[in-house]
């Protein structure tokens, strides 16, 4: 139990909802690029036709990522909180010990007792939920990086439609290329969180060993 | 953190302070209570930085499930940022604290504690064998503020007025009244912002029977040198601190 591993979820739930702020601008940028692919392969006609499932899939993925950090950002908000609360926790367990061991000549030291073992239960408890909710959040940047697997697959069948699509071949190109860097980065992003994430695991789990 | 009985009858007055324990550059507090067959209440009980100091010297008179009552005179973090603290230990107890400060004071990590919120004329609290008065003291110095008489025991606690900013050993009692003056006079001008505020309260002190004027900081004025404090007072110009 120490001050440094309060530190630690309070920074990361601040860093994790930072990385998720730029997802969600990443994953916003993918979907008005998108509408303007759909603009594009509409005017491509008959060439473009196999670029349009596309447009929609990706369309689909901007809309699932998005949804997901709103939803991964309140509990990144509720970790925070959480943070804090741990850390008056902590000052009070710690306080109540200062008192233990001072007051070992006070006549009425054992009437402190129940106070000391609710407080050392309610930390225990908290350290529970805490971890709980630290592999929620983990599970829930997992769903971003499971929305983006297809984006790979999809980014290299934009390319071969794109090639189809004669006159309009170089701006859908563009698009393919741009989703692939789009995805890339929201990966890189999450996989940041997610490391962060780990290592506060790890933290409570040492602590809840001890 | 030294404790001293000021009264012993029926029930007991405590003053707990001078807490050789307490961090460099946290301002010197003095902590009251008062214990009757049954009840306790504690009267300013102090900063989160004296939390563990005080209950430990509590824990020499009292049970925890004894101390019913915490009265705050007003929002300062030394008179009761430690309340999230107490409520740890003291989930039944009620804190007696001018109404305008109750939403204030739940910033000081307060859960479950019931507020008894005071009204601006004052009240009263009965602890059995103690009846205790809840004196208006507003503006002296905070916009809403009570002081705590006990009319039998004849004690005033009279938050932040008689405070005085002096070193932690000193000594209990006012030992020579014009010396104190120097040691609380830019204290009341400061602190205090209103003439008439003061005046005010000074009306309604000089009506009480007092022996011991137990000021949150610094010595207690015993015996004449209470009616020394409110002539002094009396004529001393506050709210100075305008340019």
Do not use: C
């Given at each position: 139990m120490s001050s440094n591993s309060t530190e630690n979820i309070l920074i990361t739930a601040a860093t994790v909802t930072a990385e998720l702020s730029k997802v969600k601008k990443i994953a916003k940028e993918m979907s008005i690029a998108v509408m303007n692919a759909k603009a594009i392969s509409h005017r491509a006609g008959e060439a473009a036709l196999g670029f349009r499932p596309i447009t929609d899939f990706i369309d689909e993925m901007a809309q699932d990522v998005m949804q997901l950090v709103i939803k991964i950002s309140k509990e990144a908000f509720h970790l925070s909180q959480m943070a804090v609360e741990r850390t008056h926790l902590i000052n009070t367990k710690n306080h109540y010990s200062r008192v233990l061991n001072n007051s070992n000549k006070a006549n009425h030291v054992d009437s402190l007792k129940p106070a000391i073992n609710k407080i050392n239960l309610q930390y225990l408890n908290y350290q529970e939920t805490l971890q709980k909710k630290v592999i929620r959040l983990t599970l829930l940047l997992e769903d971003i990086q499971?929305?983006?697997?297809?984006?790979?697959?999809?980014?290299?069948?934009?390319?071969?439609?794109?090639?189809?699509?004669?006159?309009?071949?170089?701006?859908?190109?563009?698009?393919?290329?741009?989703?692939e860097q789009a995805t890339d980065k929201i990966r890189t992003h999450v996989k940041s969180s997610r490391n962060k994430l780990d290592n506060v695991l790890e933290i409570l789990k040492y602590e809840n060993n001890r | 953190m030294k404790a001293t009985k000021i009264y012993d009858s029926k029930y007991q007055w405590f003053m707990f302070g001078r807490d050789p324990e307490k961090k460099e550059g946290i301002i010197d507090?003095?902590?009251y209570m008062i214990?009757?067959?049954?009840r306790t209440i504690l009267l300013d009980p102090g900063g989160i930085e004296i939390f563990a100091s005080m209950l430990t010297a509590v824990l020499h008179y009292t049970n925890v499930e004894n101390i019913t009552d915490l009265f705050a005179s007003h929002q300062d973090p030394d008179i009761i940022s430690s309340l999230g603290l107490w409520e740890e230990a003291l989930p039944h107890a009620k804190l007696h604290t001018p109404w305008l400060w109750e939403s204030f004071i739940r910033h000081?990590?307060?859960?479950?504690?019931?507020?008894?919120p005071i009204a601006d004329e004052g009240g009263f609290i009965d602890l059995g064998d103690a009846q205790l008065q809840f004196i208006p003291a507003h503006y002296l110095h905070a916009s809403g503020?009570?002081?705590?008489?006990?009319?039998?025991?004849?004690?005033?606690?009279?938050?932040?007025v008689g405070a005085a900013l002096e070193a932690a050993e000193a000594p209990m009692y006012v030992e020579s009244f014009d010396e104190q003056i120097d040691k609380m006079k830019m204290f009341h001008q400061r602190w205090m912002p209103s003439n008439r505020a003061k005046q005010d309260w000074i009306n309604r002190?000089?009506?009480?029977?007092?022996?011991?004027?137990?000021?949150?900081h610094g010595r207690l004025f015993k015996g004449d040198d209470v009616k020394r404090f409110l002539d002094w007072f009396e004529d001393l110009e506050v709210g100075i601190a305008i340019a």
């Amino acid at each position: 139990m120490s001050s440094n591993s309060t530190e630690n979820i309070l920074i990361t739930a601040a860093t994790v909802t930072a990385e998720l702020s730029k997802v969600k601008k990443i994953a916003k940028e993918m979907s008005i690029a998108v509408m303007n692919a759909k603009a594009i392969s509409h005017r491509a006609g008959e060439a473009a036709l196999g670029f349009r499932p596309i447009t929609d899939f990706i369309d689909e993925m901007a809309q699932d990522v998005m949804q997901l950090v709103i939803k991964i950002s309140k509990e990144a908000f509720h970790l925070s909180q959480m943070a804090v609360e741990r850390t008056h926790l902590i000052n009070t367990k710690n306080h109540y010990s200062r008192v233990l061991n001072n007051s070992n000549k006070a006549n009425h030291v054992d009437s402190l007792k129940p106070a000391i073992n609710k407080i050392n239960l309610q930390y225990l408890n908290y350290q529970e939920t805490l971890q709980k909710k630290v592999i929620r959040l983990t599970l829930l940047l997992e769903d971003i990086q499971n929305s983006t697997k297809g984006s790979q697959v999809i980014s290299t069948t934009s390319r071969v439609e794109a090639s189809r699509a004669r006159g309009y071949r170089a701006s859908l190109e563009v698009v393919a290329g741009n989703l692939e860097q789009a995805t890339d980065k929201i990966r890189t992003h999450v996989k940041s969180s997610r490391n962060k994430l780990d290592n506060v695991l790890e933290i409570l789990k040492y602590e809840n060993n001890r | 953190m030294k404790a001293t009985k000021i009264y012993d009858s029926k029930y007991q007055w405590f003053m707990f302070g001078r807490d050789p324990e307490k961090k460099e550059g946290i301002i010197d507090t003095n902590q009251y209570m008062i214990k009757t067959t049954d009840r306790t209440i504690l009267l300013d009980p102090g900063g989160i930085e004296i939390f563990a100091s005080m209950l430990t010297a509590v824990l020499h008179y009292t049970n925890v499930e004894n101390i019913t009552d915490l009265f705050a005179s007003h929002q300062d973090p030394d008179i009761i940022s430690s309340l999230g603290l107490w409520e740890e230990a003291l989930p039944h107890a009620k804190l007696h604290t001018p109404w305008l400060w109750e939403s204030f004071i739940r910033h000081f990590g307060s859960k479950n504690i019931e507020f008894a919120p005071i009204a601006d004329e004052g009240g009263f609290i009965d602890l059995g064998d103690a009846q205790l008065q809840f004196i208006p003291a507003h503006y002296l110095h905070a916009s809403g503020n009570f002081h705590v008489y006990d009319e039998e025991a004849k004690i005033l606690m009279s938050g932040d007025v008689g405070a005085a900013l002096e070193a932690a050993e000193a000594p209990m009692y006012v030992e020579s009244f014009d010396e104190q003056i120097d040691k609380m006079k830019m204290f009341h001008q400061r602190w205090m912002p209103s003439n008439r505020a003061k005046q005010d309260w000074i009306n309604r002190v000089r009506l009480l029977d007092i022996d011991i004027m137990a000021p949150q900081h610094g010595r207690l004025f015993k015996g004449d040198d209470v009616k020394r404090f409110l002539d002094w007072f009396e004529d001393l110009e506050v709210g100075i601190a305008i340019a």
